[in-house]
């Protein structure tokens, strides 16, 4: 299994709906984080968690939100979803000293419609 | 965190060494070095990270330079698998601050 599990790999919703995209890791890190990729560009950084109780806004957190439900687990929601959120989404973990890097999931490919 | 650039594409022959520069010409005593790649569309793959001696590991070599203003990330034989956008990220260790990835290096190996 994938130390870090992203769900669904793919998805396409249409404008106003509310979708969660999923994220689970058995890196037993506290860290985690998800990022947004848009074609042919690096990625930003949408929101991230330090532990279970603290969550933290990115530099494009406008139009999501996330929930921290375990160690293990980190959610991203759009409420009301919009085309230009159509992008590639990356959860990735990271140990506390950083000494081991980032740790990236597959990614989960949104297309709004 | 300092700014890094990098070429913004490089062609590599397969079996050679692929040089990989990075200029990081204002960075700070405490910061260190890592370097990260992303084959198409898949998440990004951590390589290597240094602070100022030379670092190597199953995947690749960083060579730092003594003012430690620029880093070369050296794959030793690239092969087609190793085609990829290569990140050069500065940061402190264990910082508050996240990893943010700017525009990379498109490495294309050819046969």
């Known amino acids: 299994d994938a130390d870090v599990t992203q769900t669904p790999r793919n998805r396409i919703t249409k404008t106003g709906k509310r979708i969660m995209l999923e994220c689970s890791q058995t890196?037993?890190?506290?860290?985690m984080y998800w990022y947004r990729q848009d074609p042919g560009l690096g990625l930003r950084l949408i929101y991230y968690?330090?532990?279970?109780?603290?969550?933290n806004k990115g530099e494009i957190s406008d139009g999501y939100s996330v929930s921290r439900q375990a160690q293990a687990k980190f959610s991203l929601s759009l409420e009301s979803a919009i085309p230009n959120q159509t992008a590639l989404y990356f959860c990735?973990?990271?140990?506390?000293?950083?000494?081991?890097?980032?740790?990236f999931g597959s990614g989960t490919r949104l297309t709004v419609v | 965190d300092a700014k890094t650039t990098q070429p913004t594409s490089m062609d590599c022959a397969e079996g050679r060494a692929a040089n990989l520069p990075c200029n990081h010409s204002?960075?700070?005593?405490?910061?260190?070095v890592y370097w990260y790649r992303q084959i198409h569309s898949q998440g990004p793959q951590y390589i290597i990270h240094?602070?100022?001696n030379n670092e190597t590991n199953e995947m690749a070599s960083l060579i730092i330079t003594e003012d430690r203003k620029s880093s070369t990330l050296i794959l030793p034989h690239a092969t087609l698998r190793d085609t990829a956008v290569y990140y050069c990220?500065?940061?402190?260790?264990?910082?508050?601050?996240?990893?943010?990835f700017g525009g990379g290096t498109r490495l294309m190996v050819k046969p």
């Open positions: 990735a973990t990271s140990d506390l000293g950083g000494t081991e890097g980032y740790t």
């Open positions: 890196k037993g890190h506290d860290r």
């Open positions: 968690s330090f532990d279970v109780k603290d969550i």
């Open positions: 204002t960075i700070s005593g405490n910061e260190y």
């Open positions: 240094g602070l100022k």
């Open positions: 990220i500065v940061r402190v260790l264990n910082a508050g601050n996240m990893l943010t």
